[in-house]
């Protein structure tokens, strides 16, 4: 659990434009308090981009992102992209260390024992002092990970964090972020529904040019679902004709 | 290994240099042979002769680098961090690298004597540019998901900039310095030639017109030892320093 509490996240209203033709328009995105919402949708139409919004980091963007109280949620939000982003000069440690030394802060011992057991907690133990250069991919998004506890943040923001690795790897690795993130206001963009089904408490699907919400889909139980749940395949099953119907459309679109 | 390699490249060039003077039969006072040559270094005054003239040069070549380094370092930064000082300053740097060194040589030697300063100056110009451009594209191509990341954790401009990007930039740099060093020694001996009073440069303009031709082969010799030498000591210091500039850092953003 973060320590402080995780807000329920609004977007009102947001547009985007891109060389010239709208991305979206007038779109209202809802992230509940301490769930996941997870974000299907066809490669290009914008849920990068939705999530660099909320995150405050698309300023050619209208909207932005706010609390139930109407205040922002700049500063309160951690980021995990696809690309583990780990800075190839500093240690695995100094890596998971790197939000304090951007803000300026002394590093405190106390502060440097929390990046152990957070690099302990994913399962990098004795690993502290490794270049990302020495490690293997699901290590490098481990350390990514960590990072990203590190900064316990109430609100995560996640990228496709688990795309470009192998299929054993991300099975663990989905179950280590959903233990590790539990409470947390999560918003994940992913291609693969199964990933959407399995961690998200709520999944939506962005389609069309300028890009919608669908209704939001509330699978039975709590994440970390089962995979072999034979609704949850079900499931997967229309999600992947929807999506397949929403790529039509959007490649029907292209000129 | 390595070293085997050098050996042989070595006396394979020696070999030609002496096959090509047996075989054309040419003057001793055209090109003598390396044995000629290499009789010079037995010599003991002469010997004191080129390493007198080679220290000169040698200490115009090392501060000509580190001080047409430092300078590239911190007009690189100054660039890099402040569009306003970007507009106002590439002009300026295009327009000085507009003008070759070698017409600026007579007036620097004017300016600041037949020393060592205006040789300095000629291998700090030369470089400058090379160094400032080099580092200049390393800090304006730092990886967007690393500053995605950067903002996200809430880091000042300039801790961005010392954090990140200047250590992402630190390989750029080191191909500009490796340029430099090569190109450092044309600075020296441009000035050496245009007006000096010590030098190997010097010294090559004194043998020739005195038909010293196998002392004006040797300072030639020793002047390529020394900037090979250079360049060697120059590309170790920096793998040491930049040991995971091997290791692909970047990663590309989606969307």
Known sequence: ???????????????????????????????????????????????????????????????????????????????????DLLLPWLSALDNVLLGSRLRGETVSPAATDQARDLLARVGLAGREGDRPGTLSGGMRQRVALARTLMEDRPIVLMDEPFSSLDAITRYDLQGLAAECLAGRTVLLVTHDPLEALRLGHRVLVMSGVPATLGDPLIPAGQPPRDPANAALLGLQADLLKTLSRAKARQDAHQP | MKAWRALTIAGGLLLLWQALVSVTGVAAYILPGPLLVGRVFLDNAKLQLLIAHAVVTGSEIALGLVLGCLLGCVSAVL???????????????????????????PALVLWLGYGLLSKVAMATLIIYFPVTAAFFDGLRRTDPGWLDLARTMGGSRWRILRHVRIPAALPALSSGIRVATAVAPIGAIVGEWVGSSAGLGYLMLQSNARLQIDVMFAALLVLALMAVGLYFIVDAGLRRVLPWQAEDGGSRTEE
Not at chain 1, 15 to 41: E, I, M
Request: glycine share 10%.
């Open chain 1, 1 to 83: 659990m973060p320590n402080t509490p995780a807000p329920t996240v609004r977007l009102h209203a947001a547009s985007l434009d891109y060389a010239g033709a709208p991305v979206f328009a007038a779109l209202d995105l809802t992230l509940p308090a301490g769930q996941t919402t997870c974000l299907l949708g066809p490669s290009g139409v914008g849920k990068t981009s939705l999530l660099h919004l909320v995150a405050g980091l698309l300023p050619g963007a209208v909207g932005a992102a706010v609390d139930e109280h109407g205040r922002t949620v700049q500063g309160r939000v951690a980021y995990l992209a696809q690309q």
């Open chain 2, 79 to 105: 660039v890099a961090s402040s569009p306003p000082v970007r507009r106002w300053l590439m002009p300026v740097l295009v327009v000085s690298q507009a003008i070759p060194v070698f017409a600026l040589a």
